[in-house]
């Protein structure tokens, strides 16, 4: 019972100082590439990068402490970060403050979620969300992630669309008209260092070599080059009537929005007052409306304004009088002495400061980063956003476990541990909720870094502790030295981790496996990358189509008529050629039997046997039935009324103990007679056979002997005994 309370306390069995060692070299390998990974995740997840060290603080560590799993290294990762972005983008403007406070909540909420599917052993959940929609959702969403960080990539600055494809032109079309090539380069460099080392030696820190390498060039070629000043100095009008405009419909969604908020309090009181129908409280919800119309409208307004002011490009001159002064590039005096460099505004979310205006003459970096630990403290609840946040906490709660377990389970494969799929729930859930104390995000199980963690010989999940403990240490003292990490550096982090998502093979397995399944993977495929950035929509649509699939099938159940096969067993008539007898019709029936397939067994077995006037008796094989309900039973109770009404006998063979049971209960085994079922398709037909072809005239009874009613089709590849034998086909 303390095992299962605290797994941790196992690793000490039989614990040495050798083993102490190892995990303290895999903990601190682990923690070298976990640093920049979690800040790149963090920028993926929209928040400001250093909320991915915070991300990196606890959860590793709670994580090895009470998950099943000795080497599932936890923290940010890709897919999670996404969704995260995606989950909080419709409630509060990326990077701010609501936004953070959101995504902290967010990690509560998944937490909470996965712990109390692990307490109550509700692991089986995951079930819902089919390995076709699960390959589908995660090669668009590695396509989503890979292009949704083009923009820093080329050092471009564009205002996000509706759709992410939308915004995928924008930054193309923005690359056209400008790019900061030494912001390109130097992920460039990134690339071939990681991409290079790996292949050289996987195990050097690839990715933290590239990370000092940028950082350090960043710094000695003063990659950021930033200047701040008043709106005075800008000298080009049609740009100072932009900011202005901008302000100006940013005002109205200030005020219109204070107005929904006191007209929102009226309606709660007047629904109190009067109730929720009440005239009163409908004039109100009118008013809502039309602030909400006004709100949207006076958006989209300063959205325009705002894509104008990001793509709007400047010189920078200096005056006779000393003062900077900046023209766009098409504006500037021709006799104007310019510093050589493309300057651009730092267009934020919120109203332009036009006291403090920020130029960017060069690229972006990380920046700084608070010194010391989080602050530790319950994330702040408010129930609105909860409810609207529920949907996403479900869908990355089984997304991001299920990522996590197939880590597990691909590590324990290697090593023999026991996995309890439960008992991880708990453990990412704990993670995820005291992570969120520590102002984490949603978090979940690395592949690349659970990789290096096996790789680096880990035995317990004492190097999850070392790893947390690098990430401390790394917080404490050494944030000032990451403030030059180029951003686009953390883009290319993020694109060769995402290359490990893409799965193109998945297609085609499932399309060879089950062609609805090929069908469900690229609809979900194509449906994510079509709705993004409303990933949600992608996942449930693969869902329904699952889940309709699957009622589809057990609706219209496998039915096939049988007749002797070469190999000596009963196989389809009609797809192996073979006649079928006259007098005995042997259907299989491969389903459950109950209210929504009951019908079309009875539909099926009358239209199979219509063109075979001699007809005399109906085996149904029904070794394939595991479950019947009172609707399969009448229906059943149907048909042998209708066929003995026509001179047919029924019979039913391979009826498992539980259906032979049902059978019993209700009277149906009484009605048929106990000289009417069959262990197997083999007695009944022995038995059948004499009393049906007493008056025969058929020369070969395809039931005895085989006997082709045309030329068999060819046998499945590599199925020996599905292959009609040399000369069968001419027989």
Not at 172 to 190: E, K
């Amino acid at each position: 019972m303390i095992y299962n309370f605290f797994p941790f306390l196992g690793w000490f069995k039989n614990y040495k100082f050798e083993h102490f060692r190892t995990d303290f070299i895999a903990g601190l390998t682990v923690a070298l590439v976990l640093i920049p990974q979690s800040m790149a995740y963090a920028q993926l997840a929209s928040l400001p990068a250093y909320y991915g060290l915070y991300a990196a603080f606890l959860p590793p560590m709670i994580a090895s402490l009470f998950g099943s799993s000795r080497q599932l290294a936890t923290g940010p990762v890709a897919m999670v970060s996404l969704m995260t972005s995606a989950a909080l983008e419709p409630l509060a403007t990326a990077g701010s403050a609501e936004f953070i406070a959101y995504a902290i909540l967010l990690a509560l909420l998944v937490g909470l979620f996965q712990f109390f599917l692990g307490l109550f052993r509700l692991g089986m959940v995951i079930n819902f969300i089919s390995h076709p929609v699960v390959n589908g959702f995660t090669n668009a969403g590695a396509l989503i992630i890979a292009t949704s960080q083009l923009a820093n990539l080329l050092g471009v600055s564009i205002e996000k669309a509706e759709h992410h494809y939308e915004t995928i032109w924008r930054v193309i079309d923005s690359a056209f008209t400008y790019t900061h090539f030494p912001t390109l380069l130097l992920a460039l460099l990134a690339f071939g260092i990681m991409i290079g080392l790996k292949r050289v030696n996987p195990k050097i820190p690839n990715v933290l070599v590239a990370v000092i390498v940028t950082t350090v060039i960043s710094w000695f070629i003063n990659f950021e080059h930033n200047y701040n000043s008043d709106i005075s100095a800008i000298k080009s009008p049609s740009v100072i009537h932009e900011i202005n405009e901008l302000n100006t419909y940013m005002n109205i969604v200030d005020e219109k929005s204070q107005e929904r908020l006191t007209l929102s309090g009226q309606i709660n009181e007047a629904e109190l007052e009067y109730g929720t129908s009440a005239i009163q409280v409908v004039k109100l919800r009118q008013d809502e409306t039309v602030l909400n119309l006004e709100i949207t409208k006076a958006k989209e307004v300063a959205t325009h304004h705002r894509i104008v002011l990001k793509s709007s490009l400047f010189n920078r001159v200096e005056a006779s009088s000393g003062e900077v002064e900046f023209y766009l590039r098409n504006d500037t005096p021709e006799v104007a002495e310019t510093d050589g460099r493309t300057w651009r505004l730092s267009v934020g979310s919120q109203k332009f400061d036009t006291e403090n205006v920020k130029y960017i003459g060069g690229g972006k970096v990380v920046g700084t980063i608070p010194e010391g630990l989080p602050s530790i403290g319950i994330p702040s609840m408010d129930f609105a956003v909860i409810l609207r946040l529920l949907p996403m906490v479900v869908i990355i709660s089984l997304i991001g476990f299920m990522e996590a377990i197939a880590i597990a389970k691909a590590m324990a494969a290697k090593t023999g541990q026991r996995l309890d799929p439960n008992q991880e729930l708990i453990g990412q859930g704990l993670s995820n909720i005291i992570g969120s104390f520590g102002r984490s995000y949603p978090v979940s199980g690395s592949f690349s870094r659970s990789a290096v963690n096996i790789q680096a010989g880990a035995i317990t999940g004492m190097s999850g502790l070392f790893t947390s403990c690098m990430v401390i240490i790394t917080l404490m003292f050494f944030t000032p030295l990451m403030y030059n990490l180029p951003q686009s550096v953390l883009a290319a982090i993020i694109m060769v981790a995402v290359l490990g998502l893409l799965n193109i093979s998945g297609f085609i397995h499932s399309w060879q496996a089950k062609k609805f399944d090929g069908i469900i993977t690229l609809i979900t495929f194509a449906g994510t990358l079509f709705f993004a950035p409303h990933l949600e929509r992608g996942i449930i649509i693969g869902v329904i189509l699952t889940l309709l699939e699957s009622l589809f099938q057990h609706m219209r159940p496998d039915i096939k008529v049988l007749s002797k096969h070469w190999d000596g067993s009963y196989k389809d008539a009609r797809k192996w050629g073979l006649a079928e007898c006259k007098h005995i019709g042997v259907i299989r029936f491969n389903g459950s039997l109950f209210f929504a397939s009951a019908s079309y067994l009875e539909d099926q077995v009358l239209e199979e046997l219509a063109d075979i006037p001699e007809l005399e008796h109906i085996i149904i094989v029904a070794n394939g039935i595991n479950e019947l309900d009172a609707t399969g039973v009448e229906s059943l109770f149907t048909l042998v009324k209708r066929l003995r009404e026509s001179g047919i006998e029924v019979s039913i063979s391979g009826l498992n103990d539980a259906i032979m049971e049902v059978f019993q209960r209700t009277h149906l085994y009484d009605v048929m007679g106990e000289e009417h079922f069959f262990r197997n398709v083999e007695t009944a037909i022995k038995t059948v056979y004499p009393r049906t072809h007493e008056q025969d005239d058929e020369a070969k009874c395809p039931l005895i002997e085989v006997v082709y009613k045309g030329l068999p089709q060819a046998g499945i590849p590599g199925q020996n005994d599905e292959t009609e034998p040399p000369g069968k086909a001419k027989e």
